[in-house]
Structures are given as structure tokens and as C-alpha cells.
């Protein structure tokens, strides 16, 4: 079966690297979909954050990097996909979760919205508090993979800010 990962992921973490590997182990493909949003103003670029994710997960077999825009459930029906994988991290993930999963099953009734709880190491992990951490010179190499650490400190030390 088919698992999509969708997500903003910008960029990745280990709390998401964490949820990837563990689905890997769970379903034959796992296609981790990056949401191009022109709402938002990235820190980077839909195929930078691809190419991150493709360069953390070079260790797993059957894990597709790929990007999508407008609904989840279109791009779910599109790959052939019955499955969103989707991390828990703390109570509060639950409610926005929760809302997304019976928004999506109302739109599709083919898809199936499985969360794993994220490795309790990483519970407090996001991309934000990641950009905060860096923005203002703290450690952040035990939050992301090398090559995106590398990335975010290259960001605040050029003329992005
Ligand atoms: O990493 P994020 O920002 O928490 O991911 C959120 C995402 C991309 C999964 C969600 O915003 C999404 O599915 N957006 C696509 C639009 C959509 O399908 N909306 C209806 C379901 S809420």
C-alpha cells in the first residue's frame, strides 16, 4: 500500500525523519509529499526542502520525495494512495489533527489518516522552534539532519533575514 507524508517540512527535522523511517517499516511506499503553499513565505524553496529530504532518507529504500499543490486527498487519489501518515507530538497536535482527518475523510471517503506518535525525544520538535533556535545562534545539530543544519545556519548567516 501506498502512505503519503504530507507536509510543510520546512524544513525537516529529526521528529520527521523519525516519523519516516517508522513508516517505512509499515507500508511498501511511503511518498513523502511536500505542500507548495503560495500562502506562505518559506524559509526554502519547494525543491530545496525535496532535495533536503531526498539527502536525509538516501539510508531507506521505497521512500518517494515528491511536492503537490491545492488538496491532499486530490494528490492522495492522483498517487493511488489510501493512506496519510501524520505525527503526534503533544495533546495540543490533537485537535488540528483530529479537524484534518475528518476534513479529509468527509472530501475522500478512500482515505485513512494514520498518526504515529512521535519518538518522545523529538515531542517538543518543530520546524519553527528549530528557524527561532538558529535565528538567534543557538545549537540546533541535534534537531535536524547535517546537510539541513548546514542549510539553516547558511540561511541566517547570508542576506535572507
Ligand atoms: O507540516 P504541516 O504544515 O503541519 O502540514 C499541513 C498539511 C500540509 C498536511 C495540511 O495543511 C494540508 O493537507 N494542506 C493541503 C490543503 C488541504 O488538503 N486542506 C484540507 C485538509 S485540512
Not at 529529526?14 to 500562502?39: A, M, Q, W, Y
Request: hydrophobic share 40%; charged share 20%; with cysteine.
Amino acid at each position: 500500500m501506498i502512505a503519503i507524508y504530507p507536509g510543510s517540512f520546512d524544513p525537516i527535522t529529526l521528529g520527521h525523519l523519525d516519523i519516516i523511517e517508522r513508516s517505512n517499516k509499515l507500508f511498501d511506499t511511503v511518498v513523502v509529499g511536500v505542500l507548495c503553499n503560495p500562502n506562505k513565505t518559506p524559509m526554502f524553496s519547494v525543491k530545496k526542502r525535496m532535495e533536503q529530504i531526498h539527502q536525509s532518507t538516501q539510508h531507506l529504500s521505497n521512500i518517494k520525495v515528491d511536492s503537490f499543490t491545492g488538496l491532499t486527498v486530490e494528490y492522495a487519489k492522483l498517487l493511488n494512495a489510501g493512506v496519510l501518515i501524520r505525527g503526534l507530538r503533544v495533546l495540543s497536535d490533537f485537535e488540528k489533527e483530529l479537524q484534518m482527518a475528518h476534513t479529509n475523510k468527509t472530501l475522500w471517503e478512500g482515505i485513512e489518516t494514520i498518526f504515529l506518535a512521535t519518538n518522545k525525544e523529538y515531542s517538543f520538535l518543530s520546524s519553527s522552534i528549530v528557524k527561532e533556535i538558529a535565528k538567534f545562534g543557538g545549537n540546533i545539530d541535534h534537531f535536524v539532519p547535517s546537510n539541513v543544519a548546514g542549510d539553516i545556519y547558511h540561511y541566517y548567516n547570508s542576506d535572507h533575514q
